[in-house]
């Protein structure tokens, strides 16, 4: 299945181009703020994806008007904790591409693993380790999207990237991305091994997403707000809605980023 069927859209998403699609994971549903709304779908209408079920994620594709340019948002994303299928996860993948569009922002909330890292930071992503074992390119060979073995040495394009990092200030981060399975936040031990294994941040999306659109020829670039210290690394526990609150500091420099970002993306 190369391609989704999008006649069932409403037409305003395909009467013109979209010029790029942001990803919108925990605590960045709610800080875009569009000139326009176009049109919204509940996931719910979304059948080969589903509503989101976590906290902190909204469950609307949205197209609006963002810093002039035309934006298709997925606000809220499916994860592999909430045992859904890979081909789940990767839809909005496969709507990307169904309609034309080659530019790509994943968003995503992360713990912070580099010790200078702190809450609220922003991290643009330079690679990624995926030790979940999972892959959403596993199976029969779909020749009309990839190769049989993609390249993936520069998932996250960097163009893009050094959008992002021109328009981030001085406080904003880039780093390597490990994803973890979840639901469970990760042991100390497991925080200290990937630690040593290289990277900057954990979490528990993005990955799957970013190599189907990488391997499918969409360019890439994503961004994590780091909002608590991994496991081991600060004094207290992890509370979901406690790492969500982290973000609301970090909520006006997110708009202006993904605004920025928008603007300037090809
Ligand atoms: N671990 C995994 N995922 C996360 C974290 C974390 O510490 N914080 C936000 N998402």
Redesign the pocket.
């Known amino acids: 299945m190369a391609t989704v069927d999008v006649a069932f859209l409403p037409a305003a998403f395909r009467e013109y181009p979209i010029d790029c699609a942001l990803i919108l994971g ?1 605590g960045w549903g709610e800080v875009l703020e569009p000139e326009a709304v176009h049109a919204v779908v509940p996931y719910a209408d979304l059948p080969a994806f589903g509503a989101a079920s976590v906290v902190g994620h909204r469950s609307e594709l949205l197209l609006m008007t963002l810093a002039g340019r035309r934006v298709l948002v997925f606000s809220g994303r499916r994860h592999y904790y909430e045992g859904c299928s890979l081909e789940q996860i990767i839809y909005p993948i496969r709507l990307i591409k169904a309609l034309g569009i080659q530019t790509l922002l994943i968003t ?5 693993i580099n010790a200078s890292f702190r809450a609220g930071d922003l991290m643009v992503l330079t690679d990624h380790l995926n030790l979940t074992g999972i892959n959403p390119l596993r199976g029969p060979h779909d020749a009309e999207w990839c190769t049989r073995f993609p390249d993936m040495t520069h998932v996250y394009d960097p163009e893009l990237s050094q959008i992002l990092l021109r328009h981030g200030g001085d406080t904003i981060r880039q780093g390597i991305y490990v994803f ?1 399975p ?1 639901p469970s ?2 042991t100390p031990a497991e ?1 200290r091994a990937y630690r040593i294994l290289g990277a900057d ?5 993005t990955v799957p997403e970013a190599i189907m659109a990488h391997a499918g020829g969409i360019r890439v670039a994503a961004l ?8 081991g690394l600060h004094a207290s526990t ?1 509370v ?1 809605e406690e ?1 969500l609150a982290e973000t609301e500091s970090a909520k006006p420099r997110m708009a202006a980023l993904l605004r920025a970002f928008v603007a300037d993306c090809p």
Do not use: D
């Not at 995503?108 to 912070?112: D, I, Q, Y």
């Open positions: 925990s995503n909330a992360a713990g912070g973890a979840g936040y990760e925080i941040a954990v979490g528990m999306s994590s707000c780091i909002t608590n210290m991994a496991a992890l979901h790492v």
